[in-house]
């Protein structure tokens, strides 16, 4: 099963602009259709943290996420449906 990045999650202790650089040098891109981020909202789950996407949650099988953690950033994983290319 290969496995593809869906988002890069940075924690707010860096400032958006330093996040982003992070997400740049992992190799990612830091738009998703020309939107920046996802800020998360107190009381969701991922409120400490900035949100890169880099493609639709659409695009996986439901059930195939998974969370790899590269020091304190994390990669959003999983695998594609069959018909995405």
Request: no cysteine; net charge positive.
């Amino acid at each position: 099963m290969s496995l593809v990045v869906q988002s890069v999650v940075v924690p707010k202790k860096y400032s958006i602009s330093d996040a982003e650089k992070k997400v740049i040098k992992l190799g990612y891109n830091h738009l998703y259709r020309g939107k920046k981020i996802d800020e998360y909202k107190a009381g969701m789950s991922r409120a400490n943290y900035y949100g890169f996407r880099q493609r639709p949650p659409s695009q996986f099988d439901k059930n195939s996420f998974r969370t790899k953690k590269i020091n304190d950033i994390f990669l959003v994983v999983g695998k594609l449906k069959s018909n995405v290319k």
